[in-house]
Every structure is written in structure tokens, then in C-alpha cells.
């Protein structure tokens, strides 16, 4: 874990020089683990300045993502990264950390692909070990409707160039042996999609090496920063207000997970999200047994091994809107039925945690992009439970957008116009459970 923050300036005096991320040898790692010398620190406290071009509220893999490629593909350095607790506090950090590009629509596989490609060389990008492990993503199929969907979804996929195919039973239990594909389960297991370049992530490493990455190029990373309104005059943004004081800038993007609205309030802007908890658990670490991502939607549960060797599973959304975090017993005894249910063998083991994250729901189960009735205002928001293997191709996306003032091809089907003009993405099919 990086040691947050110190008051050491580099570069000129507005930041615009890009700093050179620390690298470390074998021996100085070592000496930094047996000595107790102070390790450098990963990225700087910055006094907030009266005044940035840019100033992105949500210190997230989105909001940082959206940050490091403003600077590094557009030149765009005197941009400020505003949240209310610390970097990686909200979504990014409470997520599964699972990765993906089997969706259903052209538009939603195209996108995520595309963040996929950006995961896979992410770590050399940023010169920080994000620990992307390719296990391979199942999705199971337990009815004749569900297997139908799949074929659908492999098509779709292959018609884009995305690795995926429907394989039977015998094909799923070689992939993954402790599956239950015997045909006298109350949920048998018909088949599977499956998508071989799916994997997990160390969501933690994603969002230390974007902000180390947003630093070094001079990007200013404000924790415990709260926004408490956005000023507009004339229909345009002409600045933000903190906790901290008053910002003048004419861009201000909200790329917040959970209190979204509450942002986009701020600015007049009205969007069509309600927001759910989204729980999840972890095990006792044990040998590595789990080769795959497993998913079933019908069971709405998701289960995948990290290389420490804990299983973490999920579900989908709790069924009310709230903005509440806490675990409850209602959904560890309902995981816990559902994952027996596919994987009796695992009956010996013991959770050791529990936590919940907060989910913006849209209609489409799609995110809303772009620009805003409102000038210098902008959304990347409504994420559901999918947003972290978003991650990378929407910073990208983004800062394409603000750079450039036109919303890319790529996201070009996200707008919150869409929903005025009926054109909706319906994802539900491959997002709803998410995982």
C-alpha cells in the first residue's frame, strides 16, 4: 500500500512537468522490507489552488483514469482530482475486481473490449503491477431460456472479434472439476458461455498506479476534499465549492459511484439512477482449486479465487433502493444456498468478512457519457455494478471528450440524451448480475 502524500514539488511551479514515477531495484525493495527506512511516497499533497482547467470529482479508477489520460494523450495538466475520503474509498475499492468483454449489445462488447485490451498492457503503461491474472470468465446456464441467451451472446461477441462460445457440460467440468453438472440438482447446469480472455484484478494496484501515473504528469490529487456545490451562470460551469474552499474552473466531470445524483443535483442536471447496495464476501484462503471466474445468473451469484486464494463471491443487487453499507445475515445464508449449491465441496469453508458497495442503476443497465444540457458539465456515472472493468477505456473516452469537446464513437451510445430519445442499450441481459 503507497504511503499517501508529502509536500515535495516537482516540476515548475503550475505542475505541468511530468514527474518520473519511482523505480525500484531488487535490492532496494529488499533493503526497504528488512530496514525500517521510509519508503518514498507514491504520489504528493498538493495545496488546492483557486483555479483549475479541469477539476474531476471522484477519486476512483474512473475519475483518475479520466485524469492520467487528459494529461498524457492531450497535454491537459492543471486538473484537480477532488473526493470526499481517499483514493479507491467508494466503488473501486469494494468491488470484485472481475474483468470482462462477453456483453450483449455491439455497442457495450465493443467498449469493453476496448478496456480489456487497455487492462491487459495497463501494467506496463503505468510501470505499476496491477496483477491481472486471465483465468477465464463462465457464465452458466441452468434453462433452456438462459442457454438460448448465451448463443445469443456468443455471436454477438465472435461477430466483434471477442473470444467467446456456449460449451456443454462435460466441457464446464473440465474447466472447472468441483462443479456439480450432474443432471438431478435442482439447477442443473445445461452449459456455459464461455470467454476465455476474462480474468480478475487487483483493484487496489489499478487505482495506486493511475494516481502514481496522474501524479508524475502533474495532475493535482485532493483527498478529503468533499464538494458541497457547483456554481453555473449563464448555463455554463463556472466553478466548484469545497470543504476546502472555493474552485474556479469551467470543466468539472462527475465520475462518482453511489451519490452521483447527489452531484449532478449540484449542477441542475436531473439523471435517471436509483441506487442500490451491492454486497459481497470473502473466505479463508485455501490452496488454489478455482482456474475460472464462475457465474450463474439465474442463481445470481458469482465466484472467483484470488491469488492469495480466497474465494470471493457476490450476488446482485440488494432488491431496494438505499444508500446503506452494512452487510446483512439475509444475504450470506442466500449466498451461501446458491453456491452449494453448484459447488457442494465447499461446504467446509468459513467466511471470514463481508461488505457492500453502493451501485448506480440505470434503465438500461448501460452508463450515461458525455456532455450535459449543461457547458463544462460532464457524466460518467450510472455504472451499476459493472464499472471497474469500465475503468480504463472511460478515462480514455472521457478525457477524448473534454479534450476535444465531442463525445467518441466508442461511447457514443452512453448520452443522457438517449433517454429522451428512446434509444436505449439494453444490456440487462448480460448485466444484470454483472460478474
Known amino acids: 500500500m503507497p504511503v499517501f502524500g508529502n509536500n515535495h514539488r516537482n516540476g515548475s511551479a503550475n505542475g505541468s512537468r511530468k514527474r518520473r514515477p519511482p523505480r525500484y531495484s531488487a535490492f532496494s525493495l529488499i533493503k526497504h522490507g528488512v530496514v525500517s527506512t521510509e519508503w518514498p511516497r507514491a504520489w504528493r499533497t498538493c495545496d488546492l489552488r483557486s483555479s483549475y482547467d479541469v477539476v474531476i470529482v471522484g477519486g476512483g479508477v474512473h475519475g483518475l483514469a479520466t485524469a492520467y489520460y487528459l494529461a498524457r ?52 503503461d503505468l510501470n505499476f503491477n496491477v496483477m491481472f491474472s486471465r483465468k477465464g470468465h463462465l457464465t452458466l446456464a441452468h434453462n433452456d431460456s438462459s442457454l438460448r441467451t448465451m448463443r445469443w451472446r456468443a455471436e454477438v461477441n465472435k461477430h466483434v472479434g471477442v473470444d467467446s462460445e456456449v460449451i456443454d457440460p462435460a466441457q464446464v467440468k473440465e474447466l472447472v472439476p468441483y462443479l456439480d453438472v450432474s443432471t438431478d440438482t435442482r439447477y442443473p447446469i445445461l452449459g456455459a458461455l464461455y470467454h476465455p480472455p476474462g480474468g480478475i484484478i487487483r483493484h ?44 474556479a474552473t469551467p470543466v468539472v466531470l462527475n465520475a462518482t459511484a453511489g451519490w452521483s445524483t447527489l452531484i449532478s443535483d449540484m449542477a441542475g442536471v436531473r439523471t435517471p439512477v436509483q441506487t442500490f447496495p451491492l454486497q459481497a464476501a470473502v473466505t479463508e484462503p485455501v490452496r488454489p482449486f478455482l482456474h475460472a471466474v464462475v457465474v450463474s445468473g439465474s442463481l445470481h451469484v458469482y465466484v472467483s479465487q484470488t491469488d492469495r486464494g480466497e474465494l470471493v463471491f457476490g450476488a446482485s443487487v440488494d432488491p431496494f433502493a438505499s444508500y446503506s453499507m452494512r452487510g446483512s445475515l439475509e444475504f450470506v445464508e442466500g449466498l451461501a444456498g446458491h453456491v452449494l449449491e453448484l459447488m457442494p465441496a465447499l461446504s467446509k469453508m468459513r467466511l471470514m468478512r463481508q461488505w457492500a458497495g453502493l451501485c448506480d442503476m440505470t434503465p438500461d443497465y ?30 480514455e473516452a472521457m478525457a477524448e471528450t473534454i479534450a476535444t469537446r465531442r463525445r467518441p464513437e466508442i461511447i457514443a451510445a452512453f448520452g443522457l440524451d438517449r433517454f429522451a430519445e428512446g434509444a436505449l442499450v439494453g444490456e440487462k441481459g448480460a448485466a444484470a448480475v454483472g460478474h
Do not use: C
Open 73 to 124: 494523450n492531450h497535454g491537459i495538466r492543471n486538473v484537480a482530482v477532488l473526493d470526499k475520503g481517499y483514493l479507491g474509498a467508494g466503488g473501486s475499492g469494494r468491488n470484485t475486481a472481475i474483468l470482462r468483454s462477453n456483453y450483449l449489445t455491439p455497442e457495450g462488447v465493443r467498449f469493453y473490449d476496448r478496456s480489456m485490451e487497455l487492462y491487459r498492457h495497463l501494467a506496463a
Open 204 to 247: 487496489d494496484a489499478v487505482v495506486w498506479g493511475y494516481a502514481r501515473a496522474a501524479d508524475a504528469h502533474g495532475v493535482h490529487l485532493h483527498q478529503r476534499t468533499e464538494v458541497t456545490g457547483i456554481e453555473v451562470q449563464n448555463g455554463r460551469v463556472v466553478g466548484v465549492r469545497t470543504n476546502r474552499g472555493r474552485i
Open 366 to 395: 448501460s452508463p450515461i457519457m458525455g456532455e450535459t444540457p449543461v457547458e463544462g458539465f460532464y457524466l460518467d456515472v450510472g455504472w451499476g455494478t459493472y464499472g471497474f472493468k469500465a475503468g480504463p477505456v472511460s478515462g
